[in-house]
Each structure stands twice: as structure tokens, then as C-alpha cells.
């Protein structure tokens, strides 16, 4: 368990669902992020948010929706996803201030569109 | 250009040998960087840190920095078959962390 737990593990859902994807840290991370992860690629960069405010729309389609009710906990809202849409969805934390210390992860969620 | 290069392997070594990853990165004023860890199915874990040139030992890991090259390199010790993963690198500057795509590396028994 690293302190960023992400739920649901896995999630397939159909191009007319609406579903959530979850993360909530324990680190006391002021940070949080989404990334998008798709084989033999970099991670891309989604959504940033430091102290509950956005701070970075990676220009991603309006399809992918984020919440950040406060500094612990982060949504991502789902709907009328494409089969391309199909990745891996990781969470991450961090400090934002100082040193960077790198990020500590969230298990993921492994999505696969229908 | 890629923003952070990295050979995607596999990079294969037997037991016991050094294994040697490579990242070469664009945006000259980065300040931070990090390798990354990932085992199949799983999330990145960070395994190492480094901030000014030379090295910085931990363990069986050596991480290696040359700004003026713009160069990271992460060295493995006395590999074993755990340390099969792909290893990610990571240049941060200013709070804006960009991810290479990742070698895979295999150590064989």
C-alpha cells in the first residue's frame, strides 16, 4: 500500500456509461494528479491540481471530467468514452513545494471501453 | 523530439551481472530527476532521486547525472531476477514532471 489508494481496480463500461474513477492519499500531499497510461507509451499527463485548485488541463477531451473536493481526494468523471479511451489510469500525490520528491502513485485503474 | 528518450529494451543480463539503463532528456533547465520502477500490472514506484551532477549511490542502485549532456543513467548492481521491471525516467523541472516511455528490463536465472 503506498498511500494513494485508487478504486475501482478495473472498470469496463460501454461508450454511452457514465462511471467515476476514485483516489484518496493519506500522505498529506498537497498535489494530486491523473495520468494516462497506454502500452509503449510515455505516461501522459491529464489533470493537475495543487491545494484543490486546477492547475493544468493537459488538453484533454471534455469526455474526461475531474473533481478535487479537497487537497486528500480526486475524481475523474467518465463519459461517452471511445475504445481508444482504453489505458491504464493512475493517481499520484506529491509535495509541490521545495525540493520535488517525486510522486508516489495509486494502484490504478486498469479501464477498458466497450 | 521526445522530451525523455529511453532505449525501450527489453535489456536482458544474467544473474549477477550490471545492468545499465540510459535516458537522455531535451529541456536543458531541469532541476530534478527520478527513476521509476514498474512490474507488470502494477503502478510506478520510485526507487531513486537525484538533483546535481556525479553519482548517488543506494544500495545495489547508482543513479548518474551529466547536466551538460543531459544524461541519466541508473546502474544495477548484482541483478536478480526480482529486479525484472520496466524502469522509468523522470525530469522534473518546477514542478512539471515529464515520464520517458520505459525499459524493460529481463534478468535471467
Known amino acids: 500500500e503506498t498511500g494513494v489508494t485508487q478504486t475501482p481496480r478495473h472498470l469496463v463500461m460501454g461508450m454511452t456509461n457514465k462511471k467515476s474513477l476514485k483516489c484518496e492519499q493519506h500522505?498529506?500531499?498537497?498535489?494530486m494528479y491523473w495520468y494516462k497510461q497506454s502500452a509503449k507509451k510515455p505516461l501522459e499527463l491529464m489533470f493537475v491540481?495543487?491545494?484543490?485548485?486546477?492547475?493544468e488541463n493537459n488538453s484533454v477531451p471534455s469526455r474526461f471530467s475531474p473533481e478535487c473536493p479537497n487537497s486528500s481526494h480526486l475524481f475523474l468523471h467518465l463519459h461517452t468514452l471511445q475504445p481508444e479511451d482504453s489505458a491504464l489510469y493512475l493517481c499520484?500525490?506529491?509535495?509541490?513545494?521545495?525540493?520535488?520528491?517525486?510522486?508516489?502513485f495509486g494502484s490504478g485503474t486498469r479501464l477498458t471501453v466497450v | 523530439q521526445k522530451e525523455v528518450e529511453q532505449n525501450s529494451g527489453p535489456l536482458s543480463v544474467p544473474e549477477g551481472a550490471i545492468a545499465s539503463l540510459n535516458c537522455t532528456y531535451s529541456?536543458?533547465?531541469?532541476?530534478?530527476f527520478f527513476w521509476y520502477r514498474q512490474y507488470s500490472g502494477k503502478s510506478p514506484e520510485l526507487i531513486m532521486s537525484?538533483?546535481?551532477?556525479g553519482d548517488k549511490e543506494d544500495g545495489r542502485f547508482t543513479a548518474q547525472l551529466n547536466k551538460a549532456s543531459q544524461y541519466v543513467s541508473l546502474l544495477i548492481r548484482d541483478s536478480q531476477p526480482s529486479d525484472s521491471a520496466t524502469y522509468l525516467c523522470?525530469?522534473?523541472?518546477?514542478?512539471?514532471?515529464?515520464f520517458g516511455a520505459g525499459t524493460r528490463l529481463t534478468v535471467k536465472p
Open positions: 529541456d536543458r533547465v531541469s532541476q530534478s
Open positions: 537525484i538533483y546535481s551532477n
Open positions: 500522505l498529506g500531499h498537497n498535489a
Open positions: 491540481y495543487n491545494f484543490k485548485e486546477q492547475t
Open positions: 523522470a525530469v522534473d523541472n518546477n514542478n512539471d514532471m515529464r
Open positions: 499520484a500525490s506529491s509535495h509541490p513545494q521545495g525540493i520535488p520528491r517525486g510522486y508516489t
